[in-house]
C-alpha cells in the first residue's frame, strides 16, 4: 500500500529558505502521475501552491513563483519543494498530494494520497 511521507517543515525568519520533501513509499511498480504541494493557514481554505505532472509540466501560484521550486524524481518517487525568501504569509501546514498508480496487471490502482503535513512558521 502506498503512503507519503513528508519532512522538512520548522521555523524560520523571514528571507530564509526551507526545503520540503515527500516520498511516495510501499505498493509494487509505483507511478505517480501528479504531485501537488498544498499549505492551509489558519482559518484559510487548503490551496495548491506548486505542482508538477510526470512530463515536467509545472505551475504555482502567483504568490510564490519565483520563490519556490517544485522538483521530482521519477526513478525515486519524490518530490521536493525548494521556498526562498520566506515570508510571514508562508506560514501554513504544508502538505504533498500523489495522484498516481500502483501494482501489477490486473491489480494495478489509482491511488489520490495526502501527506501528514508539516508546520512552514515564518516569524521574526
Known amino acids: 500500500q502506498v503512503q507519503l511521507v513528508e519532512s522538512g517543515g520548522g521555523l524560520v525568519q523571514p528571507g530564509e529558505s526551507l526545503r520540503l520533501s515527500c516520498a511516495a513509499s510501499?505498493?509494487?511498480?509505483?507511478?505517480?502521475?501528479?504531485w501537488g504541494w498544498y499549505r492551509q493557514a489558519p482559518g484559510q481554505q487548503r490551496e495548491l501552491v506548486a505542482s508538477i505532472t510526470l512530463g515536467n509540466d509545472i505551475k504555482y501560484t502567483d504568490s510564490v513563483k519565483g520563490r519556490f521550486t517544485i522538483d521530482s524524481d521519477r526513478a525515486k518517487n519524490t518530490v521536493d519543494l525548494q521556498m526562498n525568501s520566506l515570508d510571514f504569509y508562508d506560514t501554513a501546514v504544508y502538505f504533498c498530494n500523489a495522484r498516481g498508480a500502483s501494482g501489477w496487471g490486473p491489480n494495478r490502482r489509482d491511488f489520490d494520497l495526502w501527506g501528514q503535513g508539516t508546520q512552514v512558521t515564518v516569524s521574526s
Open positions: 510501499g505498493g509494487t511498480d509505483t507511478s505517480v502521475y501528479l
